[in-house]
């Protein structure tokens, strides 16, 4: 029940926020610097939100039909073995990340792009590393 | 790490898939750890143990060997 109130919000959500950004698109045409991004930044929101809301909608009427399927997907979700793989697919995909932040950071200073991007890119490398370092505490002191 | 849990599946008839709806799995992970290529929690463990009525040490055999620590 709880899953179906929370898909029919994320698509009314999804709609409104599409309205407005084809209502922004349409009033504001000739609008100048992030505000001409904005209506396409709020219709591509929209979209996503529209088709996470119907998706998870779809989900609840499959599952409300076939009790057993949602029974399995659960048990799928929570399986310690497929938990494990996920949990090492993202710490290989952090390892990796690193790298790319590195080397994207490197090449944007040696293409002399903006000193701004830079370092927000910059903050965004250290606020990963600080979300590593954070969790790496927290669970020397649960663990 | 070792284990006799095919062995004692087998024995008593049932099909991977009965064990993992049992056990709460996926039939998947029934397979991994059949073929030793996972090593369960130790609730899990202890669960399966339950479920065949036996010690943890006589379905997962603990290799020295094996244990590189």
Known sequence: MKTKSLGYLVAALGIVLTAVGLWLARTFPEAAGAMAALPYVLIGLGCGAFGHGVGALANAAVFRKHPDVAREKAIEEKDERNVAILNRAKAKALDRMFYVFGALMVSLALMGADIGVVLLLVAAYLFVAGCMVYYMCKYQKEM | ?69
Do not use: C
């Not at chain 2, 004692?8 to 898939?17: S, V």
């Not at chain 2, 369960?40 to 399966?48: C, M």
């Open chain 2, 1 to 69: 790490m070792k284990n006799r849990l095919e062995a004692l599946r087998k024995e008593r008839g049932i099909r991977q898939e009965e064990l993992a709806k049992a056990l709460s799995v996926s039939r998947q992970t029934i397979g991994s750890l059949e073929n030793g290529r996972y090593n369960p929690s130790i609730l899990l463990a202890f669960r399966i143990a339950r479920f065949f009525d036996l010690p943890i040490e006589e379905i997962f055999l603990y290799d020295e060997q094996e244990d590189t620590l």
